[in-house]
């Protein structure tokens, strides 16, 4: 599938608006029990580990979904400042019910755009199987890292991971559901490869770690 730099609002809505109620019930069990090991071939063990790996007291989750990795992370502190950001104001409503026990603040933002906030910066953010979903080319999805490393302390950890068509092993099934998905605007990933995220991330971050687990990039740079 041919993608172009020019992206459409009509994309950005697609890449966002499955994710309904109803959806979100389903999100775990679709999502993380079963594509994550048996489609894309990296388990679901492995993303949190990556999570717990990287995240501090002082954390975004960017591109909430059901909100299962900041429910699921071992916090390295019992009262961590925990915030939510996403287009879609469902997702972040069912994330944070869901994480309640952190009160978490909340941030309604496109996160293609330069996001506006004026509140206290974080040490970590996390943007985990959030690229697949945002329209573009792997150059203009970094406009992504562009929005949220203003977010981060000095020396702060920004880390997630995203799935590739470029740079990884797909089997079949990977092959068929990823451009079924890509078909239908949920995801758009066509183009995105792991040396087009390597560059992307290493001109803007230091530090820059990236490990390949089945169709999954997992990756992590320092502001
Ligand atoms: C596949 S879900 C990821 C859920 C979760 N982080 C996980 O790893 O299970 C992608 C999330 O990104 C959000 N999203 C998509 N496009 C976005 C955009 N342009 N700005 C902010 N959030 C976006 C969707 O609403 C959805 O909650």
Redesign the pocket.
């Known amino acids: 599938m041919i993608q172009h730099d020019t992206v459409t609002p009509e994309q950005?809505e697609a890449?966002?608006?499955?994710?309904t109620e109803r959806l979100l019930k389903w999100?775990?069990f679709i999502?993380?029990q079963v594509s994550n090991r048996w489609i894309w071939k990296c388990p679901t063990t492995k993303?949190l580990a990556w999570y717990n790996q990287h995240v501090t007291a002082n954390h975004l989750?960017?591109?909430?979904?059901?909100?299962?990795?900041p429910d699921h992370c071992m916090f390295p502190a019992d009262s961590p400042r925990v915030a939510l950001?996403?287009?879609?104001q469902t997702?972040?409503d069912y994330?944070a019910k869901r994480i309640a026990r952190y009160a978490p603040a909340t941030y309604q933002?496109?996160?293609?755009?330069p996001v506006a906030f004026s509140d206290e910066k974080f040490d970590s953010i996390?943007?985990?199987?959030?690229l697949?979903?945002?329209p573009g080319t792997m150059v203009s999805k970094a406009a992504?890292f562009d929005s949220l490393k203003p977010l981060l302390n000095p020396g702060g950890v920004l880390f997630?991971?995203t799935l590739l068509q470029g740079g990884v092993k797909r089997g079949l099934l990977a092959r068929c559901l990823m451009s079924h998905y890509n078909r239908k605007g949920i995801f758009c990933n066509g183009q995105d490869n792991l040396s087009d995220l390597e560059a992307a991330l290493k001109d803007r971050f230091q530090d820059v770690t990236i490990e390949i687990v089945g169709a999954v990039a997992l990756f992590s740079g320092r502001a």
């Not at 950001?85 to 879609?88: P, Q």
């Open positions: 950005v890449g966002q608006a499955v994710y999100y775990d999502v993380l993303l989750d960017v591109g909430v979904g059901s909100g299962y990795f950001m996403d287009l879609n997702a972040l994330a933002r496109n996160v293609l755009e996390a943007v985990n199987y959030l697949h979903c945002v992504v997630g991971a």
